[in-house]
DNA sequence: TTGTGTGAATCCCTTCACAGCG
DNA sequence: CGCTGTGAAGGGATTCACACAA
């Protein structure tokens, strides 16, 4: 076991900006990238990676967590719950269901696929390499038997709300959401929002502000 | 036309934080949807919606912009560069292009497909829809016959640095994203990065720090 | 000497509170 | 009177600067 591309975090640890949260990523995605070509250690500067966030950042996220590097030398071994793996319920067969299954990045990071649900009965029974797609009303079930952590809601507006009520009641900690609605969940759940109309119009306005000094 | 569901920015307005650029995406939504209930004034109290954000956020982020409210009454009529239309190419015909391509918001909302370019000969020609699927070589030509604003790179972490550099010098104002690497590129350009995995690590890692009060 | 860890300073965004206009 | 527009206050996150450990 490698203890290499991990940083441990407590548990219960202080409550940590979401912004470092999301930083932990690029990181561990560097520190394997750089263990990959051979390196021991790795300097704050490096993980920083160029463009990405500066090297005062990295030591400030990662000195939330303790610390574990060393001076003069920079980080070397440290762990993370990278180990841990997350078994998530794909609701919703669509197009964006399925570039998310098919994308092998999600296993590689610990992300495990149990089942995929849909409502639409033409599609239910088919199969996406060994998995068989379930009917949605299956889920209750499927997340108690697997345990599930994460419900993912590829799902039509519509739907969403009363999928991630469902889910919630079966015991879902975390949802990532796609559709274009914000849903309402105890406090204790986390909704992860991803609505790329949305960013695209950030996109857009953002260069309708942008200078074209004629 | 349509007055009502748009706030007019001044194309130079003083640089605004990008959370209050995507915040306006909410607003927009919110003026459209009570527009249809065929409401004719909004306060700040409607457009904040339920949870999404603050009345007070709301009036701060719509003065960046100019006061066009009516104190006692709400907003009434605002303009927008929303009947602004952006002209995109999509490159990468694969699993996350076509979900995007054939998600009807897009074009609702002012975005319209000039061409979807691919690398795979197995891909280019074939049609979706009405688009014809042409060769990611034609990108320069698409980029300067159409007036392309914006870029949408679905295409593998390879071959996006190469394809953004191109994109940019053909005139492309703005990128998303989906590849997981971080692009370089002149300050003028905006880059908007969608990272799916990112966002499931964040979820994960957030839920990690959830007290599950035993 | 190098590069971490961290208080202090800074910056920016959000929230508050209220003056003022319709 | 209701609701906007905005200065001021508040809270966080980022950046700076440097003591200190290896």
């Given at each position: 076991m490698t203890a290499f591309t991990s940083i441990r975090i407590p548990?219960?640890?202080?409550?940590?900006s979401a912004s470092t949260i999301r930083r932990l990523s690029h990181y561990l995605r560097t520190l394997e990238e750089l263990e990959a070509a051979g390196e021991s250690t790795i300097s704050s500067q490096q993980l920083a990676g160029r463009g990405w966030t500066t090297a005062a950042q990295v030591r400030k996220d990662l000195s939330h967590f303790g610390s574990f590097g060393k001076r003069g030398l920079g980080y070397g071994v440290a762990e993370l719950g990278l180990d841990r793996r997350w078994r998530v319920v794909l609701v919703g067969a669509g197009r964006i269901g399925s570039a998310l299954f098919a994308y092998p990045r999600f296993r590689e990071r610990g992300?495990?696929?149990?089942a995929v649900l849909d409502a639409d009965p033409a599609k239910?029974?088919?199969?996406?390499g060994d998995t068989r797609i379930g009917h949605v009303d299956d889920l209750e079930r499927v997340i108690a038997e697997h345990d599930v952590d994460l419900v993912v809601l590829a799902v039509p507006a519509t739907a969403a709300q009363d999928l991630a009520d469902r889910a919630v009641a079966s015991g879902a900690r975390g949802l990532m959401n796609f559709a274009p609605i914000r849903l309402t969940v105890p406090d204790r759940v986390q909704v992860s929002d991803v609505n790329l109309v949305m960013e695209m119009e950030a996109l857009s306005h953002a260069l309708s502000r942008v200078r074209s000094d004629p």
């Open positions: 548990p219960l640890s202080p409550r940590v992300f495990d696929c149990v239910v029974g088919a199969c996406w």
